[in-house]
Nanobody
Framework: QVQLVESGGGLVQPGGSLKLSCATS??????????IEWYRQTPGKRREWVAS???????NYADSVKGRFTISSDNAKSTGHLQMNNLKFEDTAIYYC?????????WGQGTQVTVSS
């Protein structure tokens, strides 16, 4: 069973930055086979995809965050990251990490990001 733990959320002013982390319980060799994704969800709305990185390092972003967010993966530490810059009010949400290993998805518990002045 793969466990994911997100961290790095918090309260930030508009225009500010946060870096989220997604620590997995896997070894580096297993982690290197994973695809890591970030999703977010606000109350009353469906969970939406934010960004993803394949095990080959290919990245993709939702249009709403393109140019502001950067997804990365540290294979040595079995940890994924989401660098969020120029945050906006509408980025406020619970952010979830999702890892895909051999077509099996695993989710973390989420971390709250609040953008407020």
């Amino acid at each position: 069973q793969v466990q994911l733990v997100e961290s790095g959320g918090g309260l930030v002013q508009p225009g500010g930055s946060l870096k989220l982390s997604c620590a997995t319980s896997t070894s580096a060799s297993v982690y290197s086979s994973m695809e890591i994704e970030w999703y977010r969800q606000t109350p009353g709305k469906r969970r939406e995809w934010v960004a993803s990185i394949t095990n080959g390092g290919f990245t993709n972003y939702a249009d709403s965050v393109k140019g502001r967010f950067t997804i990365s993966s540290d294979n040595a530490k079995s940890t994924g990251h989401l660098q969020m810059n120029n945050l906006k009010f509408e980025d406020t949400a619970i952010y979830y990490c999702r890892a895909l290993l051999i077509d099996t998805p695993y989710w973390g518990q989420g971390t709250q990001v609040t953008v407020s002045s």
